[in-house]
């Protein structure tokens, strides 16, 4: 028995991945307004500005958090057992958003979530990958379907807990997100034996003896992250910029490493330096686009005509527009990169192509400014040329990393790849503390033009850097 003609494990990930966004996304769709409303609306009245850095910090903080996912997969325990126990953190946060109350509450369940969507983006993509072997033409077929799952669950997610959460109150939409994981991972327990035992090999075992420095350096610096958040030193309005630093720190020391290895050939060594210029478009990319989850949610609050035949839709259900437009849109894109073949634009091209129309989505929030209230089908046009954005920038992305990666290195490269997006959603939440009603059009116009002009400086440079890639496109 076949699943759509793929192999029939890839129901099984198909299934855990959809309740993974369904939960992420639906979660992450009401928890801004969460922190923001005041408590006779059912939230916790944090200023507007912390609120933003948090949800930028937790953001960053997922895609930080897949590069301890992908050490432990390939050090300790294999991409199974990380898969599942991470799934079980992801619903473990869940529940604790639902049933702690304040910001003990939001600090567990957004570090585990954190943790486990991490483990979960890590481990993921390799076991559909392990399902095929080398020369297997459904491959490819198998990603899409894969990708798939995710959609529908970004998609639903944000409708059904933003739907309850306005019915019956955010830890209603919360539960709902815990549910959703709860079923994901039921399914995936039951069906998880079918996998291949390759999903259950270690790919680089860590030496025994090496195991209690590494466990006891893990539990020190929780205790001491524990004890700075207690204490105060670390405050709610720092921690964007916090997880900024620490993604430029650890880019930079990955580069640093890769580059002085002696490991790498004059090749290898160019092909990493030509990646270097795309890190940062790719970090700047995600700074706007991620602020669909900060400015874009204080905009559907505050400025949107929600109002649906008498009756206002949540401010959640913005969140699902981008999804639709993903699922209609990627097979139009894979399709015209088909029929181009080798005439397709390089990789520097669509890269600096992706950035520039992100900054051209800022600039038409402009028309819009000083409107006191803003059509849906407006901002519904301006996510489509977001998704447009995403779909030249994002699925390129890991592709390009792992052709650019040196031999010794592949894992370091697909991590870097992760922090430009770490680095870009916490810059995310930084920038939306300066947004404001009545500075719209600097706001956007600035961050619009800079995007616009990297994205120019990019397309300039493209014909070196393809020089530099050796022949990679």
Do not use: C
Request: charged share 10%.
């Amino acid at each position: 028995m076949t699943f759509f003609g793929q192999p029939r494990p890839l129901a099984n990930l198909f299934g855990v991945e959809l309740w993974e966004r369904f939960s992420f996304y639906g979660m992450q769709g009401i928890l801004l307004i969460y922190l923001y409303y005041e408590a006779s609306r059912g939230g916790l009245g944090i200023d507007e500005g912390t609120a933003t850095s948090i949800v930028g910090a937790y953001g960053g903080s997922v895609y930080l958090a897949t590069v301890i996912g992908a050490w432990l997969s390939d050090r300790l325990y294999g991409p199974e057992r990380v898969l599942f126990g991470s799934a079980v953190l992801v619903m473990a946060g869940h529940i604790a958003l639902a049933v702690l109350p304040g910001i003990p509450g939001v600090a567990a369940g957004l570090v585990l979530v954190a943790l486990g969507s991490g483990g979960v983006k890590a481990t993921a993509t390799t076991l559909v990958g392990l399902l095929y072997e080398p020369g297997d033409e459904r491959r490819d077929a198998g990603f899409s379907i894969f990708y798939l799952g995710i959609n529908l669950g970004a998609f639903a997610g944000p409708l059904l807990t933003g739907l309850l959460q306005s019915e019956a109150g955010f830890h209603w939409g919360f539960g709902l997100a815990a549910v959703g994981m709860a079923i994901g991972l039921i399914q995936y327990a039951v069906g998880r034996k079918g996998l291949p035992p390759e999903a259950h090999e270690i790919a680089n075992p860590l030496p025994a003896s090496r195991r209690p420095l590494v466990f006891g350096v893990a539990a020190l610096v929780v205790v001491v992250v524990a004890l700075l958040a207690l204490t105060g030193v670390v405050r709610a309005d720092w921690l964007s910029n916090i997880v900024v630093a620490l993604s430029i720190l650890a880019a930079i020391a990955y580069f640093v490493v890769i580059l002085s290895s002696h490991r790498i050939s004059d090749v290898e060594r160019r092909r990493v330096l030509a990646f270097i210029p795309m890190f940062i478009a790719s970090a700047a990319f995600w700074s706007l686009y991620q602020q669909q989850f900060t400015v874009v949610t204080i905009y559907s609050d505050k400025r949107l005509d929600r109002n649906l035949f008498g009756w206002e839709m949540p401010v959640s259900w913005v969140q699902s527009i981008n999804p639709v437009f993903i699922i209609i849109l990627s097979g139009v894109f894979a399709a015209i990169w088909t029929r181009l073949g080798d005439r397709q634009p390089s990789t520097p091209v669509k890269f600096a192509a992706g950035t520039a129309i992100m900054g051209l989505a800022f600039l038409l929030f402009l028309p819009f400014a000083g409107t006191a209230s803003v059509p849906l089908l407006g901002l519904t046009g301006i996510l489509l040329v977001f998704t447009i954005a995403e779909l030249l920038l994002s699925p390129v992305g890991l592709s390009l990393t792992t052709k650019l990666a040196p031999e010794a290195f592949r894992t370091q490269m697909v991590a870097l790849f992760f922090l430009s997006v770490a680095l870009g959603t916490a810059l995310s939440g930084t920038l939306a503390g300066y947004y404001s009603e009545d500075h719209e059009v600097p706001y956007f116009g600035i961050l619009g033009a800079i995007a616009i002009v990297l994205g120019g400086a990019l397309l300039a440079l493209a014909p070196r850097l393809r020089r530099l890639m050796g022949g990679v496109r």
